[in-house]
């Protein structure tokens, strides 16, 4: 190949990779994950071991007041609560809400994550939606079919 088409080669991939970049950035910002981000502050320290799909915010407002601002802004498929916090179901994220001494600490999580993480609070719930399971017709002879 001549020393060009190297060039065209390599300014090709940077401007896959800017657009690639954009479009991360842009997910990031928005929809709840993006206003949890923009509103509360990071706390890293809060992040859930083990889970690299985690990050916890904080806020001095209580779980009840940190949630009703949230879905003020972006309504969740599916929400509960108990005494050890405020479960909130998007289509892949979710968001959880619990107590931080006066305030809460916010998890952003992946929702399979949440839910494995959290189901002996939600139990059946969240109104839970898999694909695998729209296919399913059943276990036994003559079930489902």
Avoid at 69 to 76: S, V
Avoid at 114 to 128: Q, T
């Amino acid at each position: 190949m001549k020393p060009r088409y190297w060039i065209l080669i390599a300014v090709l991939v940077a401007v896959v990779a800017l657009i690639v970049a954009m479009v991360m950035i842009f997910a990031k910002s928005s929809g709840p994950h993006g206003y949890v981000a923009d509103n509360y502050t990071r706390a890293a320290q809060l992040d859930i071991p083990g889970d690299d799909d985690n990050e916890a915010y904080t806020s001095p407002k209580a779980p009840p007041v940190v949630s009703r601002e949230i879905t003020a802004k972006w309504r969740p498929q599916s929400e509960s609560s108990d005494a050890a916090g405020i479960y909130l179901r998007y289509s892949d994220d979710a968001i959880v809400i619990q107590p931080n001494g006066p305030g809460s600490v916010i998890h952003l999580m992946d929702a399979d994550d949440a839910y494995r993480r959290y189901h002996s609070h939600l139990g059946g719930i969240w109104a839970w939606s898999s694909t695998y399971e729209e296919g399913f017709r059943g276990g036994g002879p003559g079930e489902g079919k």
